[in-house]
């Protein structure tokens, strides 16, 4: 059962995405649109820090109720959702966790009331799914470093002015290092931006760096310190990136449901014929399966357990299921659901970056695999 501060924080995040997104999600897809003024009002509501401490100015609310926020959000608009994830979850619950306490009084403030957006730079051109072969290098000069290199599909490049970005400060693979950079940084600057199949209201892009000088005081952490700060959100990240998928897949529902109730065809409803009914019936149990999943995977890590295992699964069901929630609900429009009138289109395209963005599911398996066979099959996380 949901929390009283939980069902609270839900609450929250589903009047101003009623009120809010959905007047302008269609939009925002078609346009491509940005509004920097929707996170400002998302921070005045208190959702930007919301796993931060409320010591450090944050909502200090758990890992459900940030899962619970993008589910609302990506119900109406999963563009925002996944520009919401990137700022308030991959920058801000990462400083949070692993920044220092000065650094923390110097970036969270304008991050956590929305004044400033926030991304994070891990994936370069040549290293995706492996990101331990990452090339971009920061080469210590006096008590500063030299960032070389680039990154691609940076979520907020565009529109961000705090980035997250690791760098190799050594030839070891695991010779990682942490840096905070800011957007008017000598070096810095945004590359190409990408045009997506989905969420295209989410700007992406690459960010260049040409001997971008930055202080040693703007490490996170210490240097080589990078490969351990990003083990220590990952989790946390998977877990509520999945929360997008169940917003999406139950968007993708509610349609069918309504549309397959009005819709008539050999003069009756078509929800009448059971191979509506089975899309129907299955979008829901999947649903209802992902959901149940992934709100387990988020206690888990609100009772501070390890969930890696679970995160990867809640990851890769909640995002498979939702691709298929986005298709089956074309299919129950029939011509209509291909067409750009209804939103169903939308959802199956954004549905489908949630099996790529964070760890694409061949990477999920991969996790899932090496944890059965290091610890075993253990305990299930719906005990
Ligand atoms: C819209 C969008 C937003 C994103 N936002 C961010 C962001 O904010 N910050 C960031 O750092 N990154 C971001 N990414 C990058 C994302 O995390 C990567 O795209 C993803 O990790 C996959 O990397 P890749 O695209 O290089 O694919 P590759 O790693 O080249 O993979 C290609 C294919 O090979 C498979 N594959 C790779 N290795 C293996 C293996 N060992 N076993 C089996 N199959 C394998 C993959 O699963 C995939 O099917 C974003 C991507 C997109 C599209």
């Given at each position: 059962m949901l929390t009283e501060e939980q069902r609270l924080i839900r609450e929250t995040a589903r009047k101003f995405a009623q009120q809010e997104l959905l007047p302008k999600a269609a939009e925002i897809d078609e346009t491509e649109g940005f509004y920097p003024e929707q996170f400002k009002k998302m921070g005045r509501l208190g959702?930007?820090?919301?796993?931060?401490?409320e010591k450090w100015g944050?909502?200090?609310?758990?890992v459900l109720s940030a899962t619970l926020v993008m589910e609302e959000f990506g119900r109406v608009c999963a563009s925002t959702a996944l520009s919401y994830l990137a700022h308030s979850i991959l920058c801000v619950h990462n400083l949070a966790v692993n920044t220092s306490d000065e650094q923390r009084a110097k970036y969270l403030p304008a991050l956590i009331s929305g004044e400033k957006i926030g991304g994070m730079a891990m994936t370069e051109p040549g290293a995706g799914s492996d990101s331990l072969g990452m090339r971009l290098k920061a080469e210590k000069k006096g008590d500063s470093y030299l960032l070389n290199g680039e990154k691609t599909f940076?979520?907020?490049?565009?529109?961000?002015?705090?980035f997250v970005v690791y760098a190799r400060t050594g030839s070891q693979r695991t010779n990682l290092t942490s840096f905070i950079v800011e957007k008017g940084f000598e070096g810095f600057s945004v590359g190409k931006k990408i045009h997506k199949l989905?969420?295209?209201?989410?700007p992406t892009s690459e960010l260049i760096f040409k001997d971008c000088k930055v202080s040693a005081q703007n490490i996170v952490g210490k240097e080589g310190g990078g490969v351990p700060m990003m083990m220590n959100t990952l989790d946390v990240e998977r877990t509520t990136i999945a929360g997008i998928s169940l917003g999406i897949a139950q968007a993708a529902l509610e349609q069918s449901l309504k549309y397959s109730s009005e819709r008539k065809q050999f003069e009756e409803p078509i929800i009448e014929f059971q191979m509506i009914q089975k899309m129907i019936a299955d979008m829901h149990t999947e649903l209802e399966a992902a959901r149940a999943l992934v709100y387990a995977t988020a206690r888990k890590l609100d009772r501070k357990e390890r969930a890696t295992r679970e995160s990867s699964a809640a990851k890769l069901y909640a995002s498979e299921m939702a691709t298929r929630a986005g298709n089956w609900a074309i299919q129950i429009f029939g011509g209509y659901g291909y067409?750009?009138?209804?939103?169903v289109e939308r959802y199956w395209r954004d549905a489908k970056l949630m099996e790529i963005g964070a760890g694409t599911s061949e990477v999920q398996r991969k996790i899932i695999v090496r944890e059965l066979r290091e610890k075993g099959i253990g305990a299930s996380v719906a005990e």
């Open positions: 959702l930007l820090g919301i796993t931060v401490p944050g909502t200090g609310a758990d940076i979520t907020n490049g565009p529109v961000g002015e705090t989905g969420m295209r209201g989410s067409t750009r009138e209804f939103p």
